[in-house]
């Protein structure tokens, strides 16, 4: 099937879960859609990382029969019943995707990030970084995974300032949580977004240590 070849190419293995099975025929839980935005994802995500290889090792993806919309344990990406009711699917794939990479490289993705943002706060309310005071603790690897689906995404923020979207009035608190600080009122920090230091993260760990941005 021609769009599990084009993710093989690039080391993400789509599970199948279709097929003759003792005389009798499986059907798949895969949605084509689902394939299909899955498709763009990796498509965007070998625009950004420009010719350099996304990740040596194998990354499954599977489609399971359970509600919410994915998870990442470890290397695998579970696509589950409600992906397609995620505001940005292609976007929640990446924010796994982040998560998989990480464990893949030790989880030093999510560990390093709080020593090189300072207390910059993550792009979204869900990604907004722990100890950085009032808003949402999410933990780091959410940060991580967040930082970069803003980073691979940009118009990821741009639907979260969009008054009547899903998710619209938890980033609307979040800014006016970071609003009433001092440190931060009249900071270009006051508003949510990928910040200067989370965006050069992301490149530095797509790009690789000979990226020119020193902190
Ligand atoms: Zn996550």
Known sequence: MWVVAFLQQYGFNIVIDWGLEAGFWNASLWQLEELRVIQQAITRLVQVFAGRPIENNLISVIRVNKSGIAESPQNTIRICNDFMNA???QVAFVH???HAW?????????????????????????????????????????????????YVYPEYIAYLRTPG????????????????RPEYRNSPQRRPGLGQFHKAYVALQIHGPFWPYVR
């Open 165 to 180: 979207t899903t998710d619209f009035a938890q980033e609307q608190r979040w800014e006016l949580k970071l609003n009433q």
């Open 102 to 150: 990480d464990y893949l490289n030790g989880g030093k993705f999510s560990n390093s990030l709080s020593d090189f943002r300072g207390n910059e706060p993550g792009p979204t309310a869900y990604g907004s970084g722990p100890g950085l005071g009032t808003w949402s603790t999410n933990p780091r690897d959410d940060e991580w995974a967040e930082s970069f689906a803003a």
């Open 87 to 89: 505001a940005m699917p």
């Open 96 to 98: 796994e995707f982040a």
